[in-house]
């Protein structure tokens, strides 16, 4: 916690981070503040100002704003509260991007280019277009290795002039920066400028869990990671996956993926048969209709197991040049597949209105239109549009 004064409040919106409608507030700056405004590849802190939560803290020029959602009377004293959990959470895995960093150079010669530090895992840029496995796996053990040696991380500010800034690692400064730079050093290891929030020691990061690379852009490899409190989280995610995984497939860990693969054989084999089966089903259906002494102009057929195969194989099987086919597949109440075929003007001008009435979408194209529909339940009225069309082009019938 941090007692300072307001210096200004005005209104302003703010754009949630996964997007919808901007959120109206107020951008505050304070004397001075403890929460961390976005920057350097490292998210901003959350907090308190009183009571009022901070929503986004951003930086312009050398002041901090804090976005909230009600206003504070400039000059007034308040008490400042730092959402310490994901504030530490960041500390560890910026520290330990600067570790990843500077062993990886040190190591491989591999330069670091960026970073992101995301909400679960962390990726760092690197610019080499291939990391072997053996290289992750020797990078992961050496980074852990210097944890276990309690290594110091010290803070250090220099003048904006001062001439051990050119021997610092350095991406460059905003065009907006004022004021001292920052210096990060892990002791004998990494000197970074940089304006995050880190660690004092790197047996703070408790470990570093590298998940593997990504290919990146433009012959660039991206290095996942997880440091500290992390990668004791990831670990307790796939101990519940695991535990639910051997109570499902009754047997124990090492067998889960064995036991997964034969479940995967014996759908795969029960989906051809099942598919086999429905053209069978649809054989005889189409045969069943042909067999009836007096030719209709109009099938209409429901089926809830199916898909677009079965209808068309239907379709095939009766022709299509003198009978309209209504034919659907799907949950009676929920969504659904449908085909409408027949003579080729009457499916054209048909066609559109039938998904609409079915709330769907569809195409056609040669005397067939077929699509997905969202109310399966107005099945009955597209029959009705269909008796009446019928009934207009042969009243006799």
Known sequence: QFSTRVVSCRAAELLPEGGGEPVRGFQVVLEDTI???????????????????????TRRGPEA?????????????VLLSLDWERRFDH?????????????????????TTSWELGRQRSVIELDTPLVTAEQVEALEKNVNEKIRD????????????????????????????????????????????????????????????????????????????LVGNRVLKSIEQSHSTEKALTSLLKNGPGEHVEAVRRLQSSVKL?????????????VLIARDFKSKPAPRQLFVLHRKEGDSEFMNIIANEIGTEE?????????????????????????????????????????????????????????????????EFIGHQNPEA
Do not use: W, Y
């Open 323 to 387: 009978t309209l086919l209504f034919l659907t597949v799907g949950d009676e109440k929920e969504a659904g597949l449908f085909l409408l075929a027949g003579p080729v003007e009457a499916v054209e001008s048909l066609g559109p209105r039938v998904a609409e009435l079915l709330g769907g979408k569809g195409a056609g194209k040669r005397g067939r239109f077929q699509g997905k529909a969202a109310k399966m339940s107005r099945r009955g009225e597209v029959q009705a549009l269909l008796q």
């Open 270 to 282: 029960l989906q051809k048969n099942n598919l086999n089966l429905l053209r069978d089903i649809a």
């Open 91 to 111: 500390m560890q895995q910026h520290s330990g991007q600067h570790l990843i960093t500077a062993i990886a150079e040190q190591m491989f010669g591999f330069k």
């Open 150 to 225: 309690r290594v110091p991380v010290t803070v250090r500010e220099l003048a904006a002039d001062d001439p051990e800034v050119e021997t610092v690692k350095s991406r460059g400064l905003p065009d907006d920066h004022v004021g001292p730079v920052r210096v990060v050093d892990i002791e004998g290891i990494d000197s970074n400028l940089c304006c995050g929030t880190h660690v004092s020691n790197l047996s703070d990061l408790q470990v570093i869990k590298l998940l593997g690379t990504e290919k990146g852009k433009k012959n660039k490899t991206n290095l996942v990671f």
């Open 35 to 57: 929460l961390f405004p976005e920057g350097g590849g490292q998210p901003d802190d959350r907090g308190l100002i009183g009571d009022v939560p901070v929503l986004r803290v």
């Open 65 to 77: 704003v804090h976005f909230v959602p009600a206003a504070l009377e400039p000059g007034a004293e």
